[in-house]
């Protein structure tokens, strides 16, 4: 998989079966559209393409208060090269200029001069252009490539969407976020520096830089972390950390279980297998460690339970 930043017609790339949308989390639904994309692809003979934007749409549009991402620009890359569907992902800025390009300067401008599409796959509420007056209609006009619309898919009887994953991981609901998302929730990110508290009090933390300012889910949880030397279980906080920190910043902290060592600068990847409670203010350390105490001792025994299964 090759992606590409800004126009690509210096590449010099050939013609291409496309898809357009964020593909936030890169969900079930997400996944049927690139199996389509990828069987009407072999069928012409074409490479396969995703056109996806950097800032998210409603991220621009709506900066005081954004809806949660699910995944990372690198995240997104990493869930779309694991499927192995996609040839080629091109992203475009998301700025004044092209929020405000007409539908019909999109098409002509974008996806026929710009990346010479043959063939496009939509979801079946797709929108496009200033004030969102680009529809199927005006894109199966044109002449130059062929269009058709892809149906939701429904995952237990429900649509699988981005915005009902961010839902579910809100409301702490990991089965069916998981289900939707078709694996389990993860975030990567490097280890920073923090205040290292959690070693004086006998738990010592990586601490995970979000490069976005709101998750999409909150609390303490169960994890298994990938990290260079192999995969570790572990107990992890997402929050604001209101007992030691007054900070308006998330943060993701992880404590690993039979593990010592140094991960500073290091990518890791979280995985959240199980919620064990909404994140709280303590009087003071001591019951704040106590906490702890209690929270790792659960997520040992998910984790021993969860082998066992798995054996």
Known sequence: ???????????????????????????????????????????????????????????????????????????KFSLLEELGL??????????????NMPARDFV??????????????????????????????LLASC????????????????????????????AGDLDSANALLGGVYRISGKVMHGKKLGRTIGFPTANIHLPHLKPALQGVFVVEVDTPGGRLGGVASLGLNPTVSDTPDYKLEVHLFDF?????????????LKKLRDEARYDDLATLVAQIERDAASAKTY???LQREQA
Do not use: W
Not at 61 to 73: D, I, Q
Not at 88 to 95: A, D, I, S
């Open 260 to 272: 010592s060592g140094d991960l500073y600068g290091q990518r890791l990847t979280v995985r959240f």
């Open 86 to 99: 996609v040839d080629y992902v091109f992203v475009y800025r998301f700025n004044h200029s092209f929020s």
């Open 303 to 305: 984790l021993t339970s």
């Open 1 to 75: 998989m090759q992606v590409f930043l800004g126009d690509p017609r210096r590449f010099g790339l050939p013609g291409c079966a496309l898809t357009i949308g964020n593909f936030d989390g890169v969900h079930q639904g997400h996944r049927r559209m690139l199996e389509r994309l990828r069987a009407e692809a072999r069928a012409r003979e074409l490479p396969t393409a995703l056109l996806t934007f950097e800032p998210h749409p409603r991220e621009f549009f709506v900066r005081a208060n954004p809806p949660a991402r699910l995944s990372t620009l690198r995240d």
């Open 143 to 170: 002449p130059r490539f062929a269009t058709e619309a892809m149906p939701s898919v429904l995952v237990k009887g429900e649509r699988a969407s981005s915005t009902l994953v961010r839902e579910r991981l809100g």
């Open 108 to 137: 002509d401008q974008v996806l026929v001069t710009e990346l010479n599409t043959r063939y496009l796959l939509i979801g079946d509420d797709f929108q496009f252009g200033s004030g969102r007056k680009g529809d199927f209609e």
